[in-house]
């Protein structure tokens, strides 16, 4: 991973850039990061604030040899190794799954996955990680001020985007290797000790619908398994969970 970085000072987003450098052929391993976004994106076409130098945004380009249908557990690992290293900050970070990371449940991180895929091959893998490190409160514009937080809120410390950068992508190249190697199951341990409202009745959103239901854990493949109040048990791959 690294092998090839595409730095930035201002960009739109850095998940655009990487998917267009993907398509072109773009190596495995290779990360954009920009100190700024004009127009980061998040997930259900949220917009994603990214101001200079106060936090970590970045994409990464993965070109994984797997079915595209466990590309999401590759999400699950970066969101793994993302409340790793912040749990070295004095911190609890619990991860919302998918991979949404909190903090006194507030919302620290969050990580958007894009993929090219044809039936059974992945053609890559597009890992968008945005980490708020060092605003404070009133950095956050008036709408995200009560769901949104930083480390540097969290902590108390100022902390170095780039040391942490580091440490992100030191240690998901160590997870990647084990899960390419040896699969998902091996390394589900590593989210459930992080895992947000484990064993709590939660609200969950689909495309089809919304019910109340405890989160059970998950799947040895990252599916989210809920237990319902007539004591089924079902297995989501796509969902919201709301509080
Ligand atoms: C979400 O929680 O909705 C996902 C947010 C992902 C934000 C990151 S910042 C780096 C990369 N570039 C983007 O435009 N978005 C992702």
């Given at each position: 991973?690294?092998?090839?970085?595409?730095?930035?000072?201002?960009?739109?987003?850095?998940?655009?850039?990487?998917?267009?450098?993907?398509?072109?052929?773009?190596?495995?391993?290779?990360?954009?990061?920009?100190?700024?976004?004009?127009?980061?994106?998040?997930?259900?076409?949220?917009?994603?604030?990214?101001?200079?130098?106060?936090?970590?945004?970045?994409?990464?380009?993965?070109?994984p040899e797997i079915l595209p249908n466990k590309a999401p557990q590759i999400t699950l690992l970066v969101a793994t190794v993302i409340a790793e290293v912040l749990s070295n900050f004095n911190v609890k970070p619990l991860i919302k799954w998918p991979n949404d990371i909190l903090i006194n449940d507030k919302k620290v991180s969050g990580i958007l996955t894009e993929m090219q895929a044809e039936q059974d091959q992945i053609e890559f893998m597009v890992i968008g990680i945005g980490l708020n490190v060092n605003q404070s409160k009133d950095m956050f514009p008036a709408d995200l001020k009560p769901i949104a937080t930083s480390l540097k809120i969290q902590s108390g410390q100022k902390l170095d985007p780039i040391v942490m950068t580091q440490q992100i992508l030191m240690k998901f190249e160590d997870v990647y290797e084990k899960y390419i190697s040896h699969g998902f199951d091996v390394l589900k341990g590593n989210w459930l000790k992080y895992g947000y409202k484990l064993g709590e009745k939660v609200y969950i959103q689909t495309a089809k619908r919304q019910w109340y239901g405890v989160i059970e854990g998950i799947e040895p493949d990252g599916a989210l398994r809920i237990k319902n109040d007539d004591g089924s048990v079902e297995t989501l791959y796509s969902a919201e969970i709301k509080w």
């Open positions: 991973l690294g092998k090839s970085i595409v730095h930035k000072p201002t960009i739109a987003s850095t998940q655009t850039l990487a998917k267009q450098l993907a398509a072109t052929g773009a190596e495995h391993g290779t990360i954009v990061i920009a100190d700024e976004q004009t127009a980061g994106r998040g997930r259900m076409q949220r917009t994603w604030h990214s101001r200079k130098g106060e936090g970590i945004w970045m994409s990464l380009i993965l070109r």
